[in-house]
């Protein structure tokens, strides 16, 4: 026989979980760190209107770390500057991050040396940079007690990181370039490229003599238009194929 439904039973069920699920977007809203409200932090710099969400990842060595504004810092990303925690790295700036960056959820930046990210790049979830390496040069000395190699890493302005990918010490990428998901990226990138594979190797490249080469297979998406709105928007998503087809040819016919 079906057991009964206790109806009492899964309205006390509901209410609790609308009230978890409020309580944790206030934790989250509470917990986020801004330039107004850096809690224990305290970075070299926080531009106006960036935002850490809750919960971090691992951060330290912030006195070091210089973010941009308009920036968004996912949950659970890691910043660290220099190898641990309350080290003096001197004067300068080891970790900086441009205006309107965004590391997706669960990334990691390590920063042992300098590392630049340029503005306007944007990085998928569970992207891994890193200015340092182990070392294995003694073959009768354990790995991870050998003394590392660091060397600097840029990012360079405009540039799409994919998910999962990993950009290794003494990395140079150029501006505008596209890294496929789960490359592993090390050495120089030139501008407008899109590199994938591992070891990373350039699969496409737009020059202002060639344009895109290998070709794109596809064409360019058509922004917008200023001043469209909603209600358009929606008029079109319900026309179908032929009444699409329609209006291309009265375009044409214009």
Known sequence: MPK???????????????????????????????????????????????????????????????????????????????????????PDPILRIGDGVVLGRGSHVIADTTVTIGRDCYFGPYVYVTSTNHSYDDPHEPIGRQWPRMEPVEIGPGCWIGTGAVILPGARIGRNVVVAAGAVVRGMVPDHAVVAGAPAKVVRRWTP???????????????IPDGTTPGQLRALAELDESAVARLAELETEG
């Not at 006195?63 to 660290?80: D, F, K, M, N, Y």
């Not at 344009?211 to 058509?222: E, F, I, M, N």
Request: glycine share 10%.
């Open 4 to 90: 009964r439904k206790n109806t009492f039973s899964s309205w006390r069920h509901g209410l609790a979980q609308r009230a978890v699920h409020t309580a944790w977007a206030w934790v989250q809203r509470t917990g986020s760190v801004t330039a107004e409200h850096p809690g224990r932090l305290r970075f070299g710099a926080i531009g106006e209107a960036t935002r850490l969400a809750f919960p971090l990842g691992t951060v330290f060595g912030e006195p070091w770390i210089r973010l941009g504004s308009h920036c968004i810092i996912a949950e659970q990303v890691t910043l660290t500057a220099g190898l641990m925690p309350d080290l003096d790295l001197g």
């Open 209 to 223: 003599e060639a344009g895109w080469q290998p070709p794109l297979r596809t064409p360019a998406p058509v922004p």
